[in-house]
């Protein structure tokens, strides 16, 4: 039970996480695309959607919405074991699903959904993994440097 504060803790640092993730990916697949239009970019075209994109609010907000999900990815690494942080990052995928059908007006077939599905059912088996995903590394049987000793 004691435990409990800092599992909570955790799991909303990788809530905020998710989102943040999903947010930048709405965002700069929005601003790619006002960016870089329908035509195909080739390398006579290449600077000029670079420019274009690194002026693009759409992309500087997903970029600040990227550093955030990295550092806060980063810190959840540092507080959990990375078989748990890692798959319970995967539920990004279905809110990205989601984002896209709800924000970019995406066509998101059934077969996606199903997908979105089977994604969430995995994530919630990481998300009753055992207590020892939690912890920081002093508390652990072992330390990095003895792993293959």
């Given amino acids: 039970m004691q435990r409990w504060p800092e599992q909570a803790r955790i799991i909303a640092l990788l809530a905020v996480a998710i989102v943040s993730q999903a947010a930048s990916n709405v965002l700069l697949s929005h ?3 006002h960016v870089a239009g329908v035509e195909q970019a080739d390398a006579e075209t290449w600077l000029s959607v670079l420019l ?3 002026r693009s609010p759409s992309i500087l907000l997903g970029m600040g919405f990227l550093i955030i999900f990295f550092v806060l990815f980063a810190t ?3 507080l ?3 078989s748990f942080v890692v798959p319970a990052i995967s539920a990004e995928v279905v809110l990205n699903v989601a ?3 709800y924000f970019l007006n995406e066509t998101v077939s059934s077969t ?3 997908g979105a599905v089977l994604i969430s059912i995995g994530v919630i088996l990481v998300l009753w993994s055992s207590p020892r995903t939690f912890g920081l590394a002093g508390d ?3 330390a990095v ?3 293959g000793r």
Avoid: N, T
Wanted: glycine share 4%; charged share 30%; hydrophobic share 50%.
């Fill in 52 to 54: 274009q994109a690194v």
């Fill in 76 to 78: 959840a690494l540092s």
């Fill in 145 to 147: 440097d003895e792993v």
């Fill in 112 to 114: 996606r959904w199903i």
């Fill in 140 to 142: 652990r049987p072992y």
């Fill in 31 to 33: 601003g790619m695309k």
């Fill in 99 to 101: 984002f896209a059908d």
């Fill in 80 to 82: 959990a074991d990375l």
